[in-house]
Nanobody, 120 residues
Framework: VQLQASGGGLVQAGGSLRLSCAAS????????MGWFRQAPGKEREFVAA????????LFADSVKGRFTISRDNAENMVYLQMNSLKPEDTAVYYC??????????????WGQGTLVTVSS
């Protein structure tokens, strides 16, 4: 399985970014997908997750109402739309594939990460 995250970059506070994650290697539509992030010196934390068909989503309280997660099973893609970005959203963002969960331990494959930097 390979997961390739992209779309990170530098953005001003209040701005938006859309992260993408391309998956290959096993039946994409059979698995939950998650986004996690890790800031320097901090633990990797849950951001958002979506179930196999896209009918259910989970969000961390810190991003609820600002971020949305979606997936395209025909294209084997998952997306994280990030709006109203804050400096505290600065982190490396990882996509992951596994069980639909808030727990990173339920995901068995991870992408390489894409850096999001939000300037104040």
């Amino acid at each position: 399985v390979q997961l390739q995250a992209s779309g990170g970059g530098l953005v001003q506070a209040g701005g938006s970014l859309r992260l993408s994650c391309a998956a290959s290697g096993r039946t994409f539509s059979s698995y939950g997908m998650g986004w996690f992030r890790q800031a320097p010196g901090k633990e990797r934390e849950f951001v958002a997750a979506i179930n196999w068909i896209g009918s259910s989503t989970l969000f961390a309280d810190s991003v609820k109402g600002r971020f949305t997660i979606s997936r395209d099973n025909a294209e084997n893609m998952v997306y994280l739309q990030m709006n109203s970005l804050k400096p505290e959203d600065t982190a490396v963002y990882y996509c992951a594939q596994g069980e639909y969960s808030r727990s990173r331990y339920q995901y068995d494959y991870w992408g390489q990460g894409t850096l999001v930097t939000v300037s104040s």
